[in-house]
């Protein structure tokens, strides 16, 4: 399959955008939240997104993560066009391609972080036995082999997002989705989360990362800057465009 841009959405292509917009439409006034963003992220790429404050970055990010749909344009996510779903669609597309972490960690806190992570295997169907297996190695992926019968309460905040991100990889998700995750961390947990991600970029994963730091931008291989709803810079870290 090809866009009209002569991008293939087949296997190499994990996110393909083709005059991605979103309106809004408050009273008589239109905000233009996103504005003919065309865009391709290829199988393996580490992606840091940035942008100031209503740039429309959040709302990119909703609309790449399948929470919102488009007012107009295309999306392809890993070869499905999704962008003409119903609900019922796109909640099957965000359990079983992409994986969410957020700023706020959420985890339930009455729950172990196995359990925690075992939550999307639940919705899905999968045996428990199975489930455990694999969830036990995302947690040892993230290097919480010792916390897996630990709550929330009882972790750090590092350790909280580490279990998050265990979570957001346990469906093997064709993309990573990271919405702000050194948001409430340190600086020295901060790094340590930036690590686990280029770690697991190495490994093959694909990341879209939003941020507003422009150190944790510089971890990831390519940088996409939104302003007014528009791409302003696509480039790689090594100066080239992309």
Known sequence: M?????????????????????HYFLGAETVRAVRRVDLVIRRGEFVAMMGPSGSGKSTFMNLIGCLDTPTDGEYWLNGRRVSE????????????????????????????????????????????????????????????ADRMDHKPPELSGGQRQ????????????ALLLADEPTGNLDSKTSQEIVDILVELN????????VT?????AAAASRQVHLMDGFIERDFFNDGTQA
């Open 212 to 216: 507003h730091e422009a150190d944790i």
């Open 162 to 173: 580490r279990v998050a991100i265990a979570r957001a990889l346990v469906n093997d998700p």
């Open 2 to 22: 090809h866009n009209g841009n002569g991008v293939g959405t087949g296997n190499d292509v994990v996110i393909n955008t083709e005059g991605l917009s979103k």
């Open 85 to 144: 779903l119903s609900d019922d669609q796109l909640a099957r597309v965000r359990n079983r391609d992409i994986g969410f972490v957020f700023q706020t960690f959420n985890l339930l806190p009455r729950a172990t972080s196995l359990h925690n992570v075992e939550l999307p295997l639940i919705y899905a169907g999968t045996p428990a036995k199975e489930r455990k297996k694999r969830a036990e190695d995302k947690l040892q992926r993230v290097g919480l």
């Open 202 to 209: 190495r490994a093959g994963q694909t990341i879209l990362l």
